[in-house]
């Protein structure tokens, strides 16, 4: 894990938001000061290497540069990048930065809830070995998430204003593309990085 943006200390309780943040949104700031209520400290995880997508839109830089935005601007964020992209490639990656004692507690919303806990992985039982280090904090998405099983025991819900529920990052690159309002959707810090990365030359 390298940082982005740290905040000082030694958190007891980490959050990890991980996403592609093509570009950040409300809802990824909704989702990170959600979670501030169970953990002390939020970390905004930029993967190198998506499992399921490209890298498209803007670039790695690009999108670490919002995200160090975003993070200078609140006390209890921290924006760093990671070599892996799963939820276990990121946790592995975490005791080297924080240190062996920390407590970590993944945040997603729904949509992304069932990717994790549906992935392929080679071994069956793998998400369960999973849940055992680290907790999932999931935000409704469309729907709330509805754990089964053992699952329910590391699985927690995340409250979440109704109002950014629905707000995606493809969306934005959408309302770009159209011509439409879009500056709404995402933090004001960094709309304009927004502009200059996704909108074309008048």
Same mark, same amino acid.
């Given at each position: ?74 006390? #209890?964020?921290? $924006?760093?990048?990671?070599? &892996?992209? /799963?939820?276990?490639? =990121?946790?592995?990656?975490?005791? +080297? !930065? ?42 409704? #998405?469309?729907? $709330?998430?509805?754990?089964? &099983?053992? /699952?329910?025991?590391? =699985?927690?819900?995340?409250?979440? +204003? !109704? ?40």
């Amino acid at each position: 894990m390298e940082f982005i943006s740290r905040r000082p200390g030694v958190p007891a309780r980490l959050g990890i938001l991980p996403g592609s943040f093509n570009p950040p949104t409300r809802a990824h700031l909704a989702l990170a000061e959600a979670a501030l209520a169970e953990v002390d400290q939020v970390v905004l995880v930029l993967p190198r290497a998506f499992p399921h997508k490209s890298y498209d839109g803007a670039s790695f830089s690009q999108r670490a540069e919002m995200l160090r935005a975003l993070a200078d601007r609140h006390p #209890r964020l921290t $924006a760093a990048s990671s070599d &892996g992209g /799963l939820f276990i490639e =990121i946790a592995d990656e975490c005791p +080297a !930065a924080y240190g062996a004692d920390v407590e970590l507690a993944f945040v997603c919303g729904r949509d992304a809830a069932e990717r994790v806990v549906g992935w392929n992985y080679d071994n069956p039982n793998t998400i369960n070995r999973m849940l055992e280090n680290f907790q999932l904090l999931v935000a409704r #998405r469309d729907g $709330a998430y509805e754990p089964s &099983g053992s /699952l329910c025991r590391h =699985i927690r819900a995340l409250a979440v +204003a !109704a109002d950014v529920n629905s707000i995606s990052s493809s969306d934005v690159r959408r309302r770009i593309r159209e011509g439409i309002p879009w500056a709404h959707l995402v933090p004001d810090v960094i709309v304009p990085m927004v502009r200059r990365f996704y909108c074309a030359p008048a």
